[in-house]
């Protein structure tokens, strides 16, 4: 039987073999172990969010106080198959014209 759990903060994997030894692995060790993806928006503030609005069939476009995130810079976790070694792949998107 194998489990995984979170306990005190920290994901364990929790085995049983047959002959009923339990044992426990923490698989998060350090803060890292929790992130597999971050982007960045380096002009976050510069997408006002907009809806329209129908009312007595004229429409109007009002801003809900929120940002479009756009993902400008990225990277993300991927295992090395042959290692079985974690590695991080970054992605750069061009910036758009505007």
Do not use: C
Not at 1 to 16: H, N, P, T, Y
């Amino acid at each position: 039987m194998d489990r995984i759990a979170v306990d005190e903060g920290q994901v364990v994997k929790i085995v049983k073999d047959k002959s009923g030894k339990i044992t426990r692995e923490v698989l998060t060790k350090k803060w890292t172990d929790w992130i597999d993806y971050w982007a960045v928006d380096f002009d976050y503030e510069n997408r006002p969010e907009v809806i329209r609005i129908v009312e007595d069939g004229k429409e109007r476009e009002v801003w809900t106080g929120n940002y479009i995130f756009e993902n400008e810079w990225q990277s993300y976790r991927t295992r090395r198959p042959e290692s079985g070694t974690d590695q991080w792949r970054t992605h750069i998107r061009e910036a758009r014209s505007v």
